[in-house]
C-alpha cells in the first residue's frame, strides 16, 4: 500500500502542510519523533504576512481568542535593533500575533485532526530510499521498525533535518561563533514598570521599551513582557568564554551589567511554567542547496535557517512554504497539475528564503559591537526619518516584498504579490476576502461591470471558485487567486477585453491546467 505523502516533523511547518493538502483531498500521513508536543519555550508570536495567511484559513481566531481580524502594527517595531517609525506609513505590513508555539502547535494539531490527518507521535524517519515512481521510507518507532512506501516525502523536520542529510542536500551557510544569547523569564522589580507604558525605567541607564532590542557598545539588552507570562529577559554578547556550567538567573544578571553598566534585579518567574532558562552559543544562517530532490521536499527550517532574527520570521518563512507546497504537491497527487507547477515550489520559495538572508545578515551587521558599528547606525538612524526607507525595511522584515514570477506581461502591479485585504459586498451579504479562501481552492473575484468573468468562465466552477461582488474601496476590477493567496491575474478594467481574457486564460492553463477547457 503507498501512502500519497508522508511528512516528517510535527511541528507548526509539518502540520500547516498536512492542514493544506487535506483541504485539497489529499490525506498525509504525519510522523513525529517526540511522543508528546515539546513543553519547552520556544517562539512567542508570528510575525509578518503569515499572520494575513493564517486569517485567510479561518486559524487566527483560534489562536488570537478573538473574532476580530488581525489588525497591522502602525506605531512602532525594529530593525536590527533600532526603530521603525511605522506611522509615517499609510499601509503598515507588519503584523504580529503574540502566542506561544505550543499553542500554535496545539491549534494545528486539532485542524490536521478534524481534516483526518493521521499523527504518529514517537516516529522517527531513520533512513529512505527513492526511485522514480515512490519513496521508501525507514521508521523507528515504540511498536518496532517498519517501512512506509510514499509518493511523495516532505521533510519539516528542523535544522537538523535527518531527511535532509538522508537525501544528500548541502546545507551551506555562514556560522556566527562569536554571539552568546542567555535568556530567561524572570521578575523585575514592579515599581520600574511604566503603567501606561509597560516600559521598563533602570536606574542609571534610562527607560527600555518593551519588546524593543537595545544595542550598545558591549551587546544588546531586551524586555518582552508577554501577555499572561512573565517578562521574558534576554542579553547578547560577543567574545564571551566559553563554560559547561547551568544557566541560572545570576548568569543573566551579570550578563546585563556588562552590556547595560548598571545593575538589575531579576526574580525568579511567576506562575507554572514552563519558563526559559537557557544560554545560546553561535547560530546559524543557512539555505539548502536545493528544496527538493526527486520526490522529496523541504520546508521550514529543514530549508534555512537564520540568526539574529527571532523565532517570528522564521516561522513566517517555514508556514508559507507548506501553504506553497500543499496545494502544488496536491494537484501532482491528483493529476491535475501543469507541467512545471510542482518545480515552482523550489523556485518561489527559495528565493523567499535568500530575502530573508539579507534581512538577516543586515540585521546581524548592526548589532554588531564596535565604534565603526556604531557610526553606521547613526547615519542608518538618519535613512529611518525617510518614509520609503521605513517602508521598505518593514516589508523586508514582514515578507512583504516577495513576489513571484507569475509569467506573462505581468501588467498589473499587484501580479505576483499577497492579494490585499478587501471588504466585499455579494449578493448574499457583506464579506471579507479572508472568509472565501477557507477552502483552500483557487478563486477568480469578479468586480467587473456586470459580471462579466463570472458568466463567462461559469463551466469551470468545478475547478475554479467564482464569485462575483463589489467593493466600495479603489480596487482591481478582477483577481484571480492562487490557494496561496497570491494573484496569479488581475486587471483594473471595468470590462476587461478579449486581449485580457486570453491573458487570463492563460495563467488559468498555466497554474491549474483549465484553460484547455475552456476552449472545448
Known sequence: MITDVVIAGGGPNGLMLACELSLAGVRPVVLERLPEPSEEPKANGLLGQVVKMLDRRG???????????????????????MGLDLSLLEDSPIYALPVPQRRIVQVLQERAIE?????????????????????????????????????????????????????????????????????????????????????????????????????????????????????????????????????????????????????????????????????????????????????????????????????GPGLNLGLQDAVNLGWKLAAEIRGSAPSGLLNSYQTERRSAAQRMVLNAQAQAALIAPGSDV??????????????????????????????????????????????????????????RLAELTRTARPLLLDLTEGASLAETLAPHHDQVDIVAARSQAPAPTALLLRPDCHVAWASASPRPDPTEIETLRAALQRWFGVAERAHT
Request: proline share 9%.
Open 59 to 81: 486559524l487566527c481566531e483560534r489562536l488570537s481568542g478573538s473574532p476580530e481580524p488581525p489588525q497591522p502594527n502602525s506605531a512602532y517595531f525594529m530593525f536590527g535593533a
Open 374 to 431: 556604531t557610526g553606521l547606525r547613526e547615519v542608518f538612524t538618519e535613512l529611518l526619518r525617510d518614509p520609503s526607507t521605513v517602508q521598505r525595511l518593514a516589508e523586508l522584515t514582514a515578507g512583504a516584498d516577495v513576489r513571484y514570477d507569475m509569467g506573462g506581461r505581468e501588467a498589473h502591479p499587484l501580479v505576483g504579490r499577497f492579494a490585499p485585504d478587501l471588504e466585499l459586498h455579494t449578493p448574499t451579504g457583506p464579506v
Open 115 to 311: 481534516l483526518g490527518v493521521e499523527i504518529r507521535r514517537g516516529h522517527e524517519v531513520v533512513g529512505l530510499s527513492q526511485d522514480d515512481d515512490v519513496v521508501t521510507i525507514d521508521v523507528a518507532s515504540p511498536g518496532g521498525a517498519y517501512h512506509l512506501r510514499a509518493r511523495h516525502l516532505v521533510g519539516a523536520d528542523g535544522a537538523h533535518s535527518t531527511t535532509r542529510k538522508l537525501s544528500g542536500i548541502g546545507f551551506p551557510g555562514i556560522t556566527y561563533d562569536r554571539m552568546t544569547v542567555r535568556s530567561a523569564h524572570a521578575t523585575v522589580p514592579a515599581d520600574w514598570v511604566d503603567p501606561a507604558t509597560g516600559a521598563l525605567n533602570v536606574p542609571g541607564y534610562g527607560a527600555v521599551s518593551p519588546f524593543m532590542p537595545h544595542r550598545t557598545e558591549r551587546g544588546g539588552f531586551s524586555y518582552a513582557p508577554m501577555p499572561g507570562h512573565p517578562p521574558l529577559v534576554s542579553t547578547t554578547e560577543w567574545d564571551q568564554p566559553t563554560t559547561d556550567a547551568p544557566m541560572s538567573l545570576e548568569e543573566l544578571r551579570a550578563s546585563i551589567g556588562r552590556v547595560l553598566g548598571v545593575d538589575v534585579p531579576l526574580g525568579p518567574p511567576d506562575g507554572q511554567g514552563p519558563h526559559a532558562l537557557r544560554r545560546l552559543s553561535g547560530g546559524n544562517t543557512r539555505v539548502a542547496e536545493r528544496f527538493a530532490d526527486g520526490r522529496v521536499f523541504l520546508i521550514g527550517d529543514a530549508a534555512h535557517v537564520y540568526a539574529a532574527t527571532g523565532g
